[in-house]
């Protein structure tokens, strides 16, 4: 019987088409949408991590986890974020596409949002900072030192 299986894969090409090891190459770039939060980015906060989780490959959802205890929710209320921002963007926004990126400076964690400004998390809800509209994160500095005097 070994000898037969043995003979059997002697025979056989090993080696496949131009076409095959294209496709294979091709591969990582088509199934990496199926991978989620290989690479989560947390946001530091004084008592908590907040974090962007991906729940699909086109839906995703911010999340705290508290220090404390251990204990995981969304960071703010997603619907009501979609209300306001969609108010503030004069468009819908989609409650799980939510168009912002959360910063922080190590104490306090802000969303910023293209089009709206600089928003805080306050008791699950986004707030407007008055007076900041900053469109590229890296820009939060000044906006950190005015807050915190």
Same mark, same amino acid.
Request: without cysteine; charged residues 30%.
């Given at each position: 019987?070994?000898?037969?299986? *043995?003979?059997?894969?002697?025979? #056989?090409?090993?080696?496949?088409?131009?076409? $095959?090891?294209?496709? @294979?190459?091709?591969?990582?770039?088509?199934?990496?949408?199926?991978?989620?939060?290989?690479?989560?980015?947390?946001?530091?906060?004084?008592?908590? +991590?907040?974090?962007?989780?991906?729940?699909?490959?086109?839906?995703?959802?911010? #999340?705290?986890?508290?220090?404390? =205890?251990?204990?995981?929710?969304? +960071?703010? $209320?997603?619907? *009501? @974020? +979609?209300?306001?921002?969609?108010?503030?963007? &004069?468009?819908?926004? =989609?409650?799980?596409?939510?168009?912002?990126?959360?910063?922080? $400076? &190590?104490?306090?964690?802000?969303?910023?949002?293209? &089009?709206?400004?600089?928003?805080?998390? $306050? =008791?699950?809800?986004?707030?407007?900072?008055? &007076?900041?509209?900053?469109?590229?994160?890296? +820009?939060?500095?000044?906006?950190?030192?005015?807050?915190?005097?």
């Amino acid at each position: 019987m070994l000898t037969i299986l *043995l003979a059997l894969l002697i025979g #056989v090409d090993p080696g496949g088409t131009r076409a $095959d090891y294209e496709r @294979a190459s091709s591969m990582p770039g088509e199934v990496r949408s199926l991978v989620l939060n290989e690479r989560v980015e947390p946001i530091w906060a004084t008592e908590s +991590a907040f974090f962007r989780l991906r729940t699909s490959s086109e839906t995703w959802r911010f #999340v705290r986890f508290a220090f404390a =205890d251990g204990a995981r929710a969304d +960071a703010f $209320d997603h619907d *009501l @974020a +979609a209300s306001t921002l969609g108010e503030r963007l &004069g468009r819908r926004v =989609d409650p799980d596409r939510l168009p912002l990126t959360l910063v922080g $400076d &190590g104490g306090e964690v802000y969303a910023s949002v293209e &089009g709206a400004g600089l928003m805080t998390i $306050d =008791d699950g809800a986004l707030v407007p900072v008055e &007076g900041a509209n900053v469109e590229d994160p890296r +820009a939060l500095e000044p906006v950190f030192e005015r807050r915190s005097r």
